[in-house]
């Protein structure tokens, strides 16, 4: 993922180009799945200022599931994903 932040994928999100959304959305879902799951490690390091109130892996595996469907429909649709 580099250097790519949210901020960098707005204009991707914004396109007119569908397959530039498609693109802008699995990236912003990987971008949130990752810090989702820092934040976890951090927790288990006891690392945090705050009590998690719950557990966080099930929103991960969700996300971790929505990024299968969409590299699925960006297969099906000759999207390559990680070109951007």
Do not use: W
Not at 14 to 24: I, L, P, Q, V, W
Not at 46 to 52: A, I, P, S, T, V
């Amino acid at each position: 993922m580099g250097g790519i932040t949210l901020n960098n994928t707005v204009e991707m999100m914004n396109s007119k180009d569908h397959t530039e959304r498609m693109k802008a959305e699995f990236l912003q879902l990987r971008i949130r799945r990752n810090k989702l799951q820092l934040m976890i490690n951090r927790y288990m390091a006891g690392d945090l200022n705050f009590e998690l109130t719950c557990s966080l892996q099930s929103q991960v595996a969700a996300m971790d599931e929505y990024a299968l469907i969409l590299k699925e429909r960006a297969r099906l649709e000759n999207v390559d994903l990680f070109k951007y």
